[in-house]
């Protein structure tokens, strides 16, 4: 009997050895998570108070580890909203996870630095338990929503940058074919005014001699020589289409400098700003007018709307690149279907409480196999050196995540693809 015990409780000290190991095995997981881990981790007891916390939370809070251990953690990073009033901490998700054991999701909180300032997060909290299944504390883990949409914007500029890079040479051929005839009609016109005032200056000295009749017949011969030489028909007809011609020149090129700063319009401190969505639809045409007019015509179809907020500079940037990759698409049809005729056909209209934009082509169309995989980052199907099929992908979280929208499309294999934007009034 004495030896059965003596069994037993060499069989228990060995089971507790293994719990033991266990134990001080999953403690050193637990921490290389925390350490290794990504994203911004903090851990709480029962009572909400931080046992531990990753490098990337301390520096996103602004704490030591030492400072912050022991904290109570609603009242260190949650204390109060964003209109400054206070956070009551049964409202918060970490309380409810403490109290019931459920887990929460939470977009676009704020939590509280140590210096005193706040920033933007989405959140994870998430109730740990142990062995006999109590609540024993929870997980909290947090993105800096703040950072996350500098880097997003870093990353729309660095690609507007680009469109303009690519769409530069076009914009400068736009530019540059009527400097050319506004040039040479100013050449013209200076010097056709010069024959005119030389001619007029004759003019005069013919009325001053008027007055003696015997040498009027002789200034009578000497102005119809002049008005022959200098061609004063031709230049009553060329003179008015010079004009004519300069001034549409010079309306080409104010068009395509409004278009371009239209376009390329930054918004300032990443502000919303109410806004006609055909003004953006005009621009971008304009801007990139080059991309299509060998390639294709381009319809419009734009129903009055009203304005709504939006960040300009992206919208133009999604339908430049919607228009862009039109263009691309009726290039590769045409390669295949000679004497095709192209076409882009652009609309606007208001549907209940959302525009909608429709980009419309009849190029190639996406096939089955790739139209799963068109809105993935860094997928193309375009030849190297047209798209680095990045383009898509950042429209779509412009459209999605930046504006509360939808950007999806409708294809024909061997057709035609049209894209659609639907933007919450």
Not at 87 to 103: I, K, Q
Request: proline share 2%.
């Amino acid at each position: 009997m004495q030896i059965n015990q003596e069994q037993d409780q060499q069989h228990l000290v060995k089971e507790l050895e293994s719990a033991r190991e266990a134990l001080i095995q999953q403690r050193y997981q637990h921490e290389m998570m925390l350490r290794w881990v990504e994203g911004a981790v903090l851990t709480v007891d029962r009572d909400g108070k931080i046992t531990d916390a990753n490098p990337v939370a301390l520096r996103g809070l602004g704490w030591d580890l030492d400072e912050l251990l022991g904290r109570e953690c609603h009242g260190t990073i949650q204390h109060t909203l964003e209109d400054g009033s206070e956070y009551p901490l049964e409202f918060s998700p970490m309380f409810a996870a403490l109290e019931d054991g459920s887990s929460h999701h939470v977009d676009g909180d704020i939590f509280w630095r140590k210096d005193g300032t706040n920033f933007s997060v989405d959140y994870i909290v998430c109730s740990t338990r142990n062995e006999k299944n109590e609540i024993v504390g929870a997980v909290l883990t947090f993105r800096n929503l703040t950072e996350k949409r500098l880097e997003e914007v870093k990353r729309i500029h660095g690609m507007k940058l680009e469109a303009i890079g690519q769409l530069s040479a076009g914009i400068a051929h736009e530019i540059n074919t009527p400097m050319q005839f506004i040039g040479t009609n100013l050449a013209f016109l200076q010097e056709a005014s010069e024959d005119l005032l030389r001619l007029l200056d004759r003019y005069r000295e013919f009325r001053e001699q008027a007055a003696a009749v015997e040498s009027s017949r002789e200034s009578c011969r000497e102005l119809a020589e002049l008005e022959e030489q200098i061609d004063v028909e031709y230049l009553k007809d060329e003179m008015p289409k010079a004009f004519s011609q300069t001034q549409g020149g010079v309306g080409r090129v104010t068009e395509m400098i409004q278009g371009l700063k239209g376009f390329a319009h930054a918004d300032h401190a990443d502000q919303k700003r109410q806004i006609d969505i055909n003004t953006i639809i005009r621009n971008t045409l304009v801007v990139s007018r080059n991309e299509y007019k060998d390639i294709a015509g381009i319809e419009t179809d734009l129903a009055a709307l009203p304005d709504i907020k939006v960040h300009p500079g992206d919208i133009g940037q999604v339908i430049l690149n919607l228009v862009v990759n039109a263009a691309h698409a009726i290039a590769a049809r045409s390669k295949e279907e000679a004497g095709l005729t192209g076409c882009i056909r652009i609309s606007s209209r208001l549907d209940e409480n959302e525009v909608v934009i429709a980009v419309e082509d009849n190029g190639k169309g996406i096939a089955d196999e790739f139209k799963n995989r068109v809105f993935d980052p860094f997928f193309t199907t375009k030849e190297v050196g047209q798209g680095s099929g990045q383009g898509l992908s950042i429209s779509r979280n412009i459209i999605h995540d930046k504006h509360g929208g939808k950007l999806y499309f409708e294809t024909m294999p061997g057709k035609g693809t049209t894209f659609f934007i639907r933007l919450p009034c």
